[in-house]
């Protein structure tokens, strides 16, 4: 969940200006479960995400994430299964989540470890280079990392810093803070190819984005400053973001937000490369029975903030025999 400086975070610009970003991640999961396959299958691999895949090859694998995963880490033969509590496209960063899952996934049925800075990079690496897909990297630090960070960007790299904020106050944000599904998908990429064409019409925007940053840091450690000043903030960080692409908002979401700020929002904004997905909202408390009403159409998504990034949660060593060297047996 991106508050800040979200564009900031793409080479083509912060390896010129700098770049930063404010975001959390929060209770809702993606799952990737990964065995070997045992050698009784007239297939090698199976492959369980929106839908089935049974191959015998590498490069019968249609799903370019895991095909790429695979063959980074020389996996073979394998069953996996991915399922996320989202929907995928949706602006919360699904795809990079569920990459930094399946390589820390394929790291451990080879017994081995990686750090939290690795598997960004590599999720990185697959997604940016390998693929091509058009993006920047915050959902992958994040996704790897979690919690509630800054994370800055220059030169070809990046650092994760903490945000400093108080538990009491940061409870506080996370009550006044309200998601909303907009039930539009879309693919990412495609929103960051029509954003940067012009990336240069689009600097200005960026860099005032880029600023928003350290404020909104500003306002979340100083607690004698209210933490409207944040949804506020929110609102200004939105109105820049729009003007950085054609179709990263439309007559419909801008509705939409339209109707949440008369209702009592202070700012809110369109998670993720925009297009459809997910609405953030800051709402004071005694105000949000009213937001929810004007938005009744929409489905509101409870969630509360969350501090671990990717995790095995179960290990259980196996040992690999290639198929070839189990039938000459």
Request: hydrophobic letters at 40%; charged letters at 25%; one cysteine or more.
């Amino acid at each position: 969940m991106s508050f800040f400086g979200g564009g900031t975070d793409i080479p083509s610009f912060f390896n010129e200006h700098g770049g930063a970003v404010i975001s959390t991640t929060f209770d809702k999961y993606c799952y990737v479960n990964v065995r070997h396959m045992p050698p009784f299958h007239p297939y090698v691999s199976e492959l369980v995400h929106n839908r089935f895949e049974r191959v015998n090859d590498i490069e019968e694998i249609e799903h370019p994430l895991i095909r790429e995963c695979m063959r980074l880490h020389d996996i073979h033969e394998i069953r996996l299964t991915y399922e996320g509590d989202l929907p995928a496209r949706t602006g919360l960063g699904t795809s990079s989540t569920f990459a930094v899952g399946m390589l820390n996934a394929f790291c451990a049925l080879k017994g081995k470890m990686m750090s939290k800075r690795q598997l960004a990079q590599e999720a990185i690496y697959v997604e940016r280079d390998v693929l091509q897909e058009h993006g920047g990297w915050q959902d992958q630090i994040a996704a790897a990392y979690g919690g509630f960070n800054r994370i800055d960007f220059k030169d070809g790299d990046f650092s994760v810093h903490p945000i400093v904020v108080s538990q009491e106050r940061k409870k506080k944000l996370d009550e006044n803070l309200l998601l909303f599904y907009t039930g539009v998908q879309r693919f990412s990429s495609e929103i960051q190819a029509d954003t940067f064409a012009k990336s240069v019409e689009k600097s200005k925007q960026l860099l005032d984005m880029l600023a928003l940053v350290d404020e909104a840091e500003r306002i979340l450690a100083d607690k004698n400053i209210s933490l409207n000043e944040f949804g506020k903030l929110l609102d200004t960080t939105w109105k820049l973001k729009r003007g950085t692409g054609s179709k990263i908002s439309n007559g419909s979401i801008d509705e939409l937000y339209n109707i949440a700020i008369k209702a009592g929002a202070l700012g809110g904004k369109l998670l993720g490369a925009g297009g459809g997905g997910f609405l953030l909202f800051y709402c004071e408390k005694d105000k949000q029975e009213n937001l929810k009403k004007a938005l009744e159409n929409l489905m509101i998504v409870p969630f509360c903030f969350e501090n671990d990034g990717a995790q095995v949660l179960y290990y259980a060593s196996q040992t690999y025999s290639p198929r070839k060297e189990i039938l000459l047996r």
